[in-house]
């Protein structure tokens, strides 16, 4: 029986040390900047490839990283420990998109978009709509078959990098044949992005809407089945969940490094805040809570690794996520909280880090749909049965 791949090991930890160090060098210095423009620096674009960090699942022969799934949730991690927003853009990448191919593609789909996905090109994850939100597969998005391919018409809202990126993983309903997974390229013809609303949080990532307006695709784009685009979202989901787990673990993380940081050095009283059980009990109930989610984390990665069976998957994606939201979101209450009126500025990245929490509640899944997933696996019982 295999060992499973542990966090600590001397190779992920020097990944993880690694990784930190670019963003505590590379990422923070930029982040007040990028969360006010809502804008991804181009510059950090560039490094972020050049550091192996769009490519880190990418085998070394297609010109990635060839690390593992465990270094590539330690990546997520990290990254949201100094910017959640420059997390997801990460995670979008190499776990929805090129994730999806690594593990669904067929050779030359991956031969032929892995190596631009490790060299530069970012890539999307385009299936929202207007109706389309927590019942993904509403979709009102068109694929017209053709004599050579399809036709692609219709809106995807809320799509992360969609203003970066070069790739889209899209969804469409083929006529007489149900949803459909295409990966089109952002410059085709009819392709275009809009932006519609500022957001509040992980504004790094920004999102925007895709509009495909009369969009060729060969049938060589298609990834797998015609019909078979639930099953290629619904396991490229699973996984993204888990991403998004790893980045609320990280902001959860980040936003206690702040406020631990500063309740050494703030005084009151005569005395650092510290020093005070009022502070100090919340900080460590925080923490508490936060190992117990890291652990789930990293617990869900060795599931996904050693284990082929799809609801025990869906299962774990689904309380990692729920869990590691929860989470977040309380450390970085407490993190503003601690730092008082500062926290309640910008002048420090503690209300950052709480704007970006939230996002953790409703993307890939919001808490109440991940309650009934779990539920409906626990009880065998769905939804209204």
Do not use: C
């Amino acid at each position: 029986m295999n060992t499973p791949e542990h966090h600590s090991s001397p190779e992920n930890r020097q990944w993880r040390e690694r990784v930190r160090r670019f963003a505590e060098e590379r990422i923070a210095p930029l982040s007040p900047k990028m969360d006010k423009t809502a804008s991804l620096d181009p510059t950090l674009r560039e490094q972020l490839f050049a550091a192996g960090l769009m490519s880190v699942e990418i085998p070394r022969g297609y010109g990635g990283t060839g690390g593992t799934l465990l270094q590539l949730v330690l990546t997520i991690e990290e990254v949201a420990r100094v910017d959640p927003g420059v997390a997801v853009g990460v995670d979008v990448h190499n776990v929805l998109v090129a994730g999806t191919l690594l593990r669904q593609a067929t050779g030359d789909q991956r031969r032929t978009y892995l190596p631009l996905l490790a060299s530069g090109k970012v890539g999307a994850f385009a299936l929202s709509e207007d109706q389309a939100g927590s019942d993904a597969f509403a979709l009102t998005t068109t694929a017209r078959p053709t004599g050579d391919g399809y036709v692609l018409t219709g809106r995807k809202r809320w799509t992360s990098n969609a203003r970066n990126a070069d790739l889209l993983l899209t969804f469409a309903l083929v006529d007489g044949g149900g949803p459909t997974a295409f990966l089109v390229p952002k410059d085709a013809v009819g392709v275009s992005t809009e932006d519609r609303v500022e957001q509040m949080g992980v504004r790094a990532a920004h999102t925007a809407d895709v509009v495909f307006d009369g969009t060729p695709v060969r049938t060589a784009q298609r990834i797998g089945p015609v019909g078979g685009g639930q099953t290629v979202a619904m396991a490229a989901l699973d996984l993204g969940r888990l991403g998004i787990a790893a980045q609320m673990v990280g902001l959860a993380q980040g936003a206690l490094d702040v406020a631990v940081a500063y309740s050494r050095t703030r005084e009151q009283f005569g005395t650092r805040i510290a020093g005070y059980q009022g502070v100090q009990f919340p900080l460590a109930d925080a923490a508490s809570q936060l190992a117990a989610a890291r652990a789930l984390v990293y617990e869900s990665v060795d599931v996904f690794q050693r284990d082929d069976d799809a609801v025990k998957r869906m299962r774990f994606a689904a309380m990692a996520k729920y869990t590691a939201s929860q989470v977040a979101e309380r450390a970085a209450s407490v993190a503003v909280e601690t730092l008082g009126g500062n926290g309640f500025t910008d002048a420090y990245p503690a209300e950052r880090f709480y704007r970006d929490a939230k996002a953790g509640k409703i993307y890939e899944g919001t808490s109440n749909i991940l309650l009934r997933n779990i539920a409906s696996i626990m009880t065998g019982v769905s939804a209204g049965d």
